[in-house]
């Protein structure tokens, strides 16, 4: 089944809105194994919708259409699918009293443009709108089905949701698709592709590979389209560990995860804490890590030294490694990793101290120099790093690296 | 002009990605004067993108083509497009250029996926990728001008503002279009509708007002449209100037200042300096400030107090104080604020506590609830909010509530 989805609306195009319709709606149709083949955007322009209408109507089963149902006289779509599918409005009891429930909950009166929205084309099949006033129309045209909705996301999601897929899913045979990503770090997309391009040229062609690279991480989604639930969950199984296998040193999790999350679990897991001494990351990791709902049960806090003062004081680096080996250093990270753990006596310690750039880089230390300490209660591990040349993407992908290394720490803490 | 923006990729039609490029060019191209008549989404198949660029040129002056450009097999935008402006892919010796000297600042040898990457159609201007790997390419054929771009955001967008657009002006008579956005701290977009709706009503039709809220700011941008350039930029400055009269205690900078910039460049212009102790926002402050290149010339550091224990051990917050009003409290901020400027001997210093959420409310300090404190050489000033119920925003209108409230201080000792 092909699917395609049309938005209306000028704020779509003149970009005063991100278009978050089409994400949403690509996923839920993709988890139900329908095709998306395309997404247009168009003005709320009645010779606009008619053209879209006829050019879906070519390539796709299923047109999902959004926005332009509001009050005002800007949105055409009702009467411009009027037109479409030679019928005309009426009067809908169901949807009045809709609109007139919400209405007097609010303790307002009905007025005549919101009367209007009680109207629908004869030939359509209502939805219902439980979170606004404007409802779902469903109409069949040839071997098409098309779908008006809202495009307020809280009104059109369970219009989606609760009829729309339940009713796809009674009436045709959907295939059955899945899709698992693995989330590596460490490693570059060209250097990924290269390591398993013999396994990626040998998937089968119902299953698919997709680099989705981020500053410091990239993801590889793996899809599987097949027939049986049970066999496509098993295919998708067995390849996610042949992927995973052969990225051993660069895999740390699934999907949506993030390093801040695995490495709260972990923590809390063992009961242990954590503190952190930020230089170039400058706060950056605590932020990362206070982002996480309960944190305060495994993190202390951070001292972020941005100057050598405040290393030597409070993080006691000792003033003859700064001068023989500089702020930037395995030795200065590694005695900043131990100050921090003393200081504020937790199990594990992060310690980061880089240029971060654009200023600051040297011949010897160009920017993107960034070195890394972890402590754990029986060592401390410190390594330096050459990363790029873009303040905010060193600071992300140094804090990303960091957060990987405290992971493997754990893991190989809790191995052994 | 009419323009059309085709985005390929099969991440945005699944909802793997929200296409946030569209908005991005969106706008960009309105403000330009150029009418966005369509946006298309289509998967990384050769027969999609055949299709969708003849159908563009049947309606479109432009096209902006997106994605694709990657180095691994899966990306397919480059290949189509030879076969589609009937050209073939020549090596392009300053894209390899650009290349190397990536691959080569990070250590790294080019390998042959990557070279491909400097292989560009025949018939193309290519446009420099200053932040990637992937050069644009600028076509022409009949009246219709095609430019495909890498799909990453941070590469796209300088390629538009430095090279396309620039490129079209010469080419093209475009309206003046001028745009000034007034951004506001401390106060709701229905607040700032209400307080200015008199002389937003007395607009004439060439200017309009958008509100832009984000958590803890409102931005405001005026667009004026209009033939004779020096006209149209008086006409803004004017009404700029009555805006900001409306709105005196709220304003704090134009377009993309940051609060962050303003308030290293006041320190700068002082010569003073700056330190952070933070609980709720956990390094969030800190990393605002470092984000800034240049900025350990005025910032120090940062402790993020988690724990009591390290508000009473570092920022020497007393005990009985901590009992007496809780870790929450004017008082506390107070001794937080002054324990971090005695104890890193900076000129001024932020302290931040609160409840994030989403657990730990209490009927007298529900979750939201945070104090700040700003310590000046003269005095600490604490106040103490009430924000909302999301441990995320929470967190930003925190930072950004005391950033402000550390301008204002900057900006009185200035007037003083």
Not at 41 to 60: C, G, H, N, Q, V
Not at 138 to 159: A, H, R
Not at 373 to 398: M, Q, T, W
């Amino acid at each position: 089944m092909k699917a395609e989805i049309v938005n209306i609306g000028d704020e779509l195009l003149i970009g005063q809105v991100v278009n978050t319709n089409a994400a949403w709606l690509g996923e839920q149709l993709s988890l139900a194994g329908i095709t998306v083949i395309m997404t247009v955007t168009i003005p709320d322009s009645r010779d606009a919708i008619l053209e879209a209408l006829a050019e879906a109507e070519k390539r796709s089963d299923l047109v999902l259409i959004t926005g332009g149902l509001g009050p005002t006289k800007d949105d055409v779509t009702k009467l411009t699918l009027c037109d479409y599918f030679n019928t005309k409005l009426v009067f809908h009891q169901a949807s009045y009293e809709n609109v007139e429930k919400r209405f007097h909950a609010r303790g307002l009166k009905v007025k005549e443009t919101n009367r209007r929205q009680a109207e629908i084309p004869e030939s359509c099949t209502p939805i219902m709108n439980h979170n606004g006033t404007a409802p779902g129309m469903w109409f069949e045209k040839g071997s098409t089905i098309y779908v008006s909705l809202p495009g307020v996301p809280y009104e059109l999601q369970p219009m989606v949701s609760d009829f729309i897929l339940p009713r796809l899913r009674e009436s045709f045979k959907l295939p059955v698709i899945l899709k698992k990503t693995i989330l590596t770090q460490g490693i570059g997309e060209s250097w990924i592709a290269e390591t398993i391009s013999e396994w990626e040229d040998s998937l089968p062609g119902n299953i698919k590979l997709a680099y989705l690279p981020q500053p410091g991480l990239v993801r590889i989604r793996l899809t599987v389209v097949g027939e049986d639930k049970e066999e496509a969950v098993k295919e998708l199984e067995n390849r996610v560990e042949e992927l995973i296998a052969l990225l051993p040193d660069y895999f740390f999790g699934y999907d949506d995860e993030t390093l801040e999350e695995i490495i709260g679990r972990l923590l809390n897991e063992e009961g242990k804490t954590l503190g952190t001494a930020e230089s170039c990351t400058g706060g950056y990791i605590a932020h990362l890590i206070t982002s996480i709902p309960g944190s305060s049960a495994y993190f202390k806090g951070s001292v972020v030294a941005y100057s050598n003062e405040v290393k030597e004081d409070i993080l006691k680096v000792r003033k003859e490694t700064l001068i023989k080996y500089g702020a930037v250093s395995k030795e200065t990270v590694t005695e900043m990793a131990s100050g921090i753990r003393n200081h504020f006596r937790t199990d594990y310690s992060i310690a980061v101290s880089g240029i971060a750039g654009p200023e600051g880089g040297t011949e010897e230390k160009p920017v993107g120099t960034t070195c890394i300490a972890i402590a754990s209660p029986e060592k401390v591990v410190a390594r330096r790093f050459l990363f790029g040349d873009h303040r905010g993407r060193n600071i992300r992908i140094a804090a990303l690296t960091a957060l990987n290394m405290l992971r493997k720490q754990l893991l190989n803490h809790l191995i052994t």
